[in-house]
């Protein structure tokens, strides 16, 4: 398995930005797809975003989002840095949660938590209004 640690979760304004990090250990992190979920108090674990695995190229990305991100997140990664990032745009309250990264060893993006067999230890975004 793959260890991973988030990083860049802050306390922000509505209609702010943050990019959050996600660091995986390990030589086959490009082997893995990865994803974010979130969770906010008294609510379950939801999918935010997942980006495929590496193929061919660096270039290669196959990215999925929750419908109440799309346009407003982006997901991407970089196998030299064995990181993937979390670009979040116009931010709402609703999208106050501690956010958490997730690896997947299949070639498939899943949106379910459980098929996800590695997890980081999640990092608290809150947006004020």
């Known amino acids: 398995q793959v260890q991973l640690q988030e990083s860049g979760g802050q306390l922000v304004q509505a209609g702010g930005s943050l990019r959050l990090s996600c660091s995986a250990s390990g030589r086959t992190f490009s082997t893995y797809t990865m994803a974010w979920f979130r969770q906010a108090p008294g609510k379950e674990r939801e999918f935010v975003a997942a980006i495929r695995r590496s193929t061919t190229t660096q270039y290669y990305q196959n990215t999925h989002y929750a419908a109440s991100v799309k346009g407003r997140f982006g997901i991407s990664r970089d196998s030299a840095k064995n990181t993937v990032y979390l670009q979040m745009n116009s931010l709402k309250p609703e999208d106050t949660a501690v956010y958490y990264c997730?690896?997947?060893?299949?070639?498939?993006?899943?949106?379910?938590?459980?098929?996800?067999?590695?997890w980081g230890q999640g990092t608290q975004v809150s947006v004020s209004s």
């Open positions: 997730a690896a997947d060893a299949a070639d498939t993006i899943s949106v379910v938590s459980s098929d996800f067999g590695s």
